[in-house]
């Protein structure tokens, strides 16, 4: 059987050439800055989440609400990184309005003036979030990986900045993530189930992980 993710509904790595706004089903993981381990350690094989750790997941909740025609598979949260199956289904963002950062990059929320990053504050006082300004697509284009990664790592930089002013939070440094991020392209239903059941039970292979700072890889 072809692969349909219309059918299936599961997620993808950059390939040179490939369009990242086509419908599919994408693994992608993406860790802290320098190995952090800010939101939260593991208990018995299992992930215990931190305040920061419970606000990245609300967050990651929250975009299939945001976006029209994105829909969140399998997500794990760990100490320092977190993996997820994203599929794109059409996605185009919803209700919102286009402004301009001060470098001129357009963007698009709902709630943000115009002359703002994505996060809220000025462009040039978060340079480790913006990156490239290859984010946010105008109203009315679909939105691809990078575009959902990128406002992922936008709100949620925000908020532990928030959070780390006004309920202490351990300090990041530079930035809360990494630049890149690893993505793959889920090809077919047996790929699929196999990073799902990778997703789920990752707190159980901690102590070997090589994202580990105190693991033995």
């Known amino acids: ?20 706004t086509a419908n599919g089903a994408y693994f992608v993981t993406m860790c802290s800055y320098g190995r952090e381990c800010l939101f939260g350690g593991i208990t018995d094989s299992s992930m215990i989440l931190n305040d920061a750790g419970r606000m ?37 963002p919803l209700n919102r309005s286009v402004g301009v950062a001060p470098c001129g990059y357009p963007f698009e929320d709902r709630n943000l003036p115009v002359g703002a990053a994505p996060c809220g504050c000025p462009d040039d006082d978060l340079p480790e979030v913006m990156g490239n300004h290859g984010g946010i697509a105008p109203t009315g284009s679909a939105l691809s990986l990078p575009d959902i990664v990128h406002r992922f790592k936008t709100m949620t930089t925000k908020r532990y900045a928030d959070g780390m002013k006004l309920m202490g939070w351990p300090p990041f440094h530079g930035r809360l993530w990494q630049r890149n991020y690893y993505e793959h392209i889920i090809r077919d239903e047996t790929e699929w189930n ?24």
């Open 56 to 92: 990245v997941k609300a967050v990651w909740d929250g975009i299939p609400s945001h976006y029209s025609g994105v829909e969140a598979d399998a997500f794990i949260i760990m100490p320092n990184h977190v993996h997820a199956i994203i599929v794109l289904v059409g996605t185009v």
């Open 194 to 217: 196999r990073i799902r059941e990778y997703i789920e039970t990752n707190p159980a292979r901690w102590e070997m992980d090589r994202e580990n700072p105190d693991g033995n890889i």
């Open 1 to 20: 059987m072809v692969f349909d993710p219309r059918i299936h509904h599961r997620r993808s790595i950059r390939l040179a050439g490939y369009d990242y």
